[in-house]
Nanobody, 115 residues
């Protein structure tokens, strides 16, 4: 069973920053891609950012220029640096890893941005 463990969520003021981390139980290069979804009440689940095993990154339009996804292969970790946070970024953030037609999910970490 693949395990993904997120950390780094919390409460910040508008304009502040947070860094989320997702630690995988095996090499991140064994996955086609890894990324972060977020889910907020009243909103659709949104793929915020992803990084492929080749290093290509993609971002939702809503976070472009503010969020950066990166990886630390030695630690089997994918990170999401979130800057210039807005109240609308408030959501549960979930790490996802995709391989072989399967999606693996972390437990989630809450990000709350106050106005």
């Amino acid at each position: 069973q693949v395990q993904l463990v997120e950390s780094g969520g919390g409460l910040v003021q508008s304009g502040g920053s947070l860094r989320l981390s997702c630690a995988a139980s095996e090499s991140i290069f064994s996955f086609h891609w890894m990324g972060w979804y977020r889910q907020a009440p009243g909103k659709q689940r949104e793929l915020v950012a992803r990084i492929t095993n080749g290093g290509t990154t993609d971002y939702a339009d809503s976070v472009k220029g503010r969020f950066t996804i990166s990886r630390d292969s030695a630690k089997n970790t994918v990170n999401l640096q979130m800057n210039s946070l807005k109240p609308e970024d408030t959501a549960g953030y979930y790490c996802t890893a995709v391989r072989g037609g399967h999606d693996y999910w972390g437990q989630g970490t809450q990000v709350t941005v106050s106005s």
